[in-house]
């Protein structure tokens, strides 16, 4: 157990509608990164937060969003969803905001588009 | 922007054996490079990884080396066993300017199968 933890573990639904997904790092990560993993597919980075503010983003869509709250917990909101965005979500968690420290990855929300 | 190459996509070797993985770079700047892996349906976790000031690391049957020249590094399995099936995905990382954020950028990842 890495100490992330995501919500919801699985998650149906039909294009075009909107989703959110929600992560809580471990206790002390101030840093949080989402990544997108499509079937067979590597780790796509989508977007970096830490202590509340972006720091970096990736290949992230405009229909994709993300924000940070006060208590350090993350939600990445996915919206006029497509059969392509069928994958699985992961957030990680690290201490620092730089690349160079160990990220903690949650066990991933799985999304099905249909 | 860092670009980081895999190979090879695929690999089976007999229990046992090595196994070795490599990885590419493009940012001369990246100095940090990190190893996770993942096992089918569980998320990626990190087995070992290594600084620009260092050339080689070990913990175990895993080591992993680096050849900052050739921007080139890779993962080495001895003995391998079933529990080592998975797929492993290197990392690369720029070193940190300070106040800015750097990120990590993963290859597109080895599935390591390993047959009794």
């Known amino acids: 157990d890495s100490g992330v933890t995501q919500t919801p573990k699985h998650l149906i639904t039909a294009t075009g509608q909107r989703v959110t997904l929600r992560c809580s790092p471990r206790?002390?990560?101030?840093?949080v990164y989402w990544y997108q993993q499509s079937l067979d597919q590597g780790l796509q980075f989508l977007i970096q937060?830490?202590?509340?503010?972006?720091?970096a983003k990736g290949n992230i869509l405009e229909r994709f969003s993300a924000q940070q709250f006060p208590d350090l917990h993350s939600e990445l909101n996915l919206s006029s969803l497509e059969l392509g965005d069928s994958a699985l979500y992961f957030c990680?968690?690290?201490?620092?905001?730089?690349?160079?420290?160990?990220?903690?990855f949650g066990p991933g929300t799985r999304l099905t588009v249909l | 922007g860092e670009n980081v190459e895999q190979h090879p996509s695929t690999l089976s070797v007999q229990e046992g054996d090595s196994a070795v993985i490599k990885c590419t770079y493009s940012?001369?700047?990246?100095?940090?490079f990190p190893w996770y892996k993942q096992e089918l349906g569980k998320r990626p976790q990190l087995i070992i990884d290594?600084?620009?000031?260092?050339g080689e690391k070990k913990d175990q049957r895993i080591a992993v080396t680096l050849n900052k020249t050739a921007k080139h590094f890779s993962l080495h399995i001895t003995e391998t066993q079933p529990e080592d099936s998975a797929v492993y995905f290197c990392?690369?990382?720029?070193?940190?300017?300070?106040?800015?954020?750097?990120?990590?950028?993963f290859g597109t990842g080895t599935r390591l199968q390993v047959t009794l």
């Open positions: 990680a968690s690290s201490v620092a905001y730089t690349g160079d420290n160990e990220q903690f």
């Open positions: 206790s002390g990560d101030l840093s």
């Open positions: 937060y830490y202590n509340g503010e972006e720091r």
């Open positions: 940012d001369s700047a990246s100095n940090y």
């Open positions: 290594i600084r620009s000031n260092v």
């Open positions: 990392a690369a990382s720029p070193r940190p300017i300070t106040g800015t954020a750097s990120k990590l950028t």
